[in-house]
């Protein structure tokens, strides 16, 4: 079992910048891809970055390309989400979630584990 643990969420302006963090435990840290999803209310859950186990790939969709950062801290166990110039469309419960493969997965059914969320509103 892994154990995931999100914070850092929170009520931001537009054009403001947030932090999230993805404390992991359990199993090994390093034999996971990891991700991080967000989910609107009424709207599909989307994969917005995802990361590699040892961090050398990352992937980003285009909504977000250009203004988040994935990294990954292999000795703390945590995953980090770097959101800069964030817009009000931004809002959401942002989830983080790992697999145990050595590739990125874009759809979330193919992950094995998942954190509770933490929500991030940002006002207009």
């Known amino acids: 079992q892994v154990q995931l643990v999100e914070s850092g969420g929170g009520l931001v302006q537009a054009g403001g910048s947030l932090r999230l963090s993805c404390a992991a435990s359990?199993?090994?840290?390093?034999?996971?891809?990891m991700a991080w999803f967000r989910q609107a209310p009424g709207k599909e859950r989307d994969f917005i970055a995802g990361?590699?186990?040892?961090?050398?790939?990352?992937y980003y969709p285009d909504s977000v390309k250009g203004r988040f950062t994935i990294s990954r801290d292999l000795a703390k166990n945590t995953m980090y989400l770097q959101m800069n110039s964030l817009k009000p469309e931004d809002t959401a419960v942002y989830y983080c979630?790992?697999?145990?493969?050595?590739?990125?997965?874009?759809?979330?059914?193919?992950?094995?584990?998942w954190g509770q969320g933490t929500q991030v509103t940002v006002s207009s």
């Open positions: 990361i590699t186990r040892g961090g050398g790939t990352i």
């Open positions: 359990g199993r090994t840290f390093s034999n996971y891809a």
């Open positions: 979630a790992a697999v145990f493969s050595r590739e990125i997965k874009l759809v979330g059914n193919e992950y094995d584990y």
